[in-house]
């Protein structure tokens, strides 16, 4: 299990496969590697793509220390990242990013355009929107949780740090959505690279006007709509998703 320092915060990375395109993958909220990008892991032809991959600062074993879930979060995340891959010595990369992850890769294409290939996200918007603490509040009750998914999570994480960063992850919808705070605003605009706005019809945090929204604000930017799966439409279905990433990232001169 690799890790490097980046000053006082350890960070757990992973690199998988040998292609000459590098993917730059960013988990989801309370994400790790294995949980939100094992089955891509497993079904991506390794031999064109090679996928760097990372627990964001406070969740899997990127830790100590625990995670801070306050304002700016997110670009604290992208510069951790970029740093991380300037450590490991990669100079361009593509940037596959799931909820949180895809506007965390948003800022990190906007502050670093000659770094970033193109991006894609999965159910990643510009901001909370009005059912954010609903769904925020459900997720917070951890013992509500399928056996299965809870287990999954409790390989990672003490059960009293999960119902830590659910609750903390819930008040801060709360604060978010009342100041209508948009984590991505300053940057969307800024992004010069192809993107590729991914999103399942069914998804429980995004209505379908989010897609089309963030992609009004980026120049060039291509919107897929899945007709089934859910949030993690990337996870449940693998080879759709694939097919629909690789055909996008075929069409990019690297």
């Excluded at 496969?17 to 988990?27: A, Q, R």
């Excluded at 992208?78 to 940037?95: D, K, N, P, Q, T």
């Amino acid at each position: 299990m690799p890790k490097i320092f980046l000053g006082v915060v350890q960070i757990r990375y992973e690199i998988v496969g040998e292609g000459k395109h590098t993917i730059l993958c960013l988990p989801g909220f309370i994400g790790t590697i294995e949980l939100d990008f094992g089955s891509v892991c497993e079904a991506i032809d390794r031999t064109k793509y090679k996928l760097v991959l990372w627990d964001p600062p406070g969740y899997g074993y990127s830790r100590p220390p625990d995670r801070e879930l306050t304002k700016g979060y997110l670009q604290r995340d992208a510069e951790f990242v970029a740093e991380l891959l300037e450590e490991l010595g990669f100079e361009r990369y593509s940037i596959l990013g799931w909820s949180q992850g895809g506007q965390t890769g948003i800022i990190l294409a906007a502050k670093y355009p000659s770094r970033v290939i193109s991006v894609t996200t999965i159910g990643s918007g510009n901001k909370f929107e009005a059912n954010a603490p609903k769904f925020y509040k459900r997720a917070s009750e951890i013992k509500t949780w399928p056996a299965e998914k809870l287990q999954a999570h409790l390989k990672y994480y003490k059960k009293r740090y999960l119902e830590q960063m659910t609750e903390d992850m819930w008040q801060y919808s709360i604060k978010a959505t009342e100041m209508q705070l948009e984590e991505t605003k300053d940057a969307v605009a800024k992004v010069i690279c192809p993107v590729l706005i991914t999103q399942a019809q069914d998804d429980p945090c995004y209505s379908l006007r989010n897609p089309t929204q963030l992609a009004a604000n980026i120049k060039g930017a291509k919107v897929h709509i899945f007709p089934e799966g859910r949030h993690d439409v990337h996870l449940t279905h693998t080879q759709q998703f694939l097919e629909v990433y690789t055909r996008f990232l075929e069409e990019l001169s690297v």
